[in-house]
Nanobody
């Protein structure tokens, strides 16, 4: 079983940056895709970005392509989400997840393991 723990959330102003981290433990991640999803109050959980653990190939939601960068530390079993130029619409709980899927699969059902989430609040 893969265990995931997120950190790095907080309260920032519009235009600021945050870096989220996800520490993974458990079986080898080489076959997994890791991803970030987010969920705002009253809304469905939505895909943000994903990275293939082995190849490093990544995929982003359209609104994140120019502002967010997903990365992973293969040795430390950690994944990151660098978020720049944050906007109020980015306010949500951000979840780290992993699954035996590919980085272009953006539905939450494709991901088996989930962290508890970290809150990101962007004030305008």
């Amino acid at each position: 079983q893969v265990h995931l723990v997120e950190s790095g959330g907080g309260l920032v102003q519009a235009g600021d940056s945050l870096r989220l981290s996800c520490a993974a433990s458990g079986p080898t991640l080489s076959s997994y895709t890791m991803a970030w999803f987010r969920q705002a109050p009253g809304k469905e959980r939505e895909f943000v970005a994903a990275i293939n653990w082995s190849s490093g190939n990544s995929n982003y939601r359209e609104s994140a392509k120019s502002r967010f960068t997903i990365s992973r530390d293969y040795v430390k079993n950690m994944m990151f989400l660098q978020m720049n130029s944050l906007q109020s619409e980015d306010t949500a709980v951000y979840y780290c997840t992993s699954g035996l899927t590919h980085e272009y699969y953006t539905d939450p059902s494709g991901f088996k393991y989930w962290g508890r989430g970290t809150q990101v609040t962007v004030s305008s």
